[in-house]
T-cell receptor, first 113, second 115 residues
Framework: AQSVTQLGSHVSVSEGALVLLRCNYSSSVPPYLFWYVQYPNQGLQLLLK??????LVKGINGFEAEFKKSETSFHLTKPSAHMSDAAEYFC???????????FGKGTHLIIQP | GAGVSQSPSNKVTEKGKDVELRCDPI?????LYWYRQSLGQGLEFLIY????????KSGLPSDRFSAERTGGSVSTLTIQRTQQEDSAVYLC?????????????FGPGTRLTVT
């Protein structure tokens, strides 16, 4: 069975600083990897995904993530944080792409002015 | 276009009662998923429907939980004899399931409170 570990339930950065949210996965087969964002009292929105091909993937709102097979990681980054980035971020994995997602516990991103 | 819709947005029920939660997926999406989000357990996969195939029920926590999808579109999640630990936000998602996409689009959820 697959699993996802997100390091840090809360991450605080200053506006304009680098955002780094960590995600490690375990999977017995090559995984499909996703990052979702959830704003307060809203549903989940897909930020970006890795399925096949290029290991550095770019998503919406200036976010990107790099799939590193040797490290079983899929960390999310953004060069410069904006106040509007404050939200809950979830990393997720699936083994067949179309099956149900296994989510990490989430990381609450706090942006300090 | 219209996204995934769920109803009701909030549901309060008494312990032991049955509840039905509804999901309307994005038109044309062949796959439909149910998840549960709670403070203690985070986001959990419950069940997955794909076309006319048998659903993947591997995430259902007990036999009190069931779901059906009628006509390949609308889905209903039923919880029988509700317990307090069933209190959570129930999320529905749908996907077109084309090669190399696998993007799931989520609805706003139904917040279930069992008293």
């Amino acid at each position: 069975a697959q699993s996802v570990t997100q390091l840090g339930s809360h991450v605080s950065v200053s506006e304009g600083a680098l955002v780094l949210l960590r995600c490690n996965y375990s999977s017995s087969v090559p995984p499909y990897l996703f990052w979702y964002v959830q704003y307060p009292n809203q549903g989940l929105q897909l930020l970006l995904k890795y399925t096949t091909g290029a290991t550095l993937v770019k998503g919406i709102n200036g976010f990107e993530a790099e799939f590193k097979k040797s490290e079983t990681s899929f960390h999310l980054t953004k060069p410069s944080a904006h106040m509007s980035d404050a939200a809950e971020y979830f990393c997720a994995v699936s083994v067949r792409g179309a099956d149900g997602l296994t989510f990490g516990k989430g990381t609450h991103l706090i942006i300090q002015p | 276009g219209a996204g995934v819709s769920q109803s009701p947005s909030n549901k309060v029920t008494e312990k032991g009662k049955d509840v039905e939660l509804r999901c309307d997926p994005i038109s044309g999406h062949t796959a439909l998923y149910w998840y549960r989000q709670s403070l203690g357990q985070g986001l959990e996969f419950l069940i997955y429907f794909q076309g006319n195939s048998a659903p993947d029920k591997s995430g259902l926590p007990s036999d009190r939980f069931s779901a059906e999808r009628t006509g390949g579109s609308v889905s209903t999640l039923t919880i029988q004899r509700t317990q307090q630990e069933d209190s959570a936000v129930y999320l529905c998602a749908s996907s077109l399931v084309l090669a190399s996409t696998y993007e799931q689009y989520f609805g706003p959820g139904t917040r279930l409170t069992v008293t």
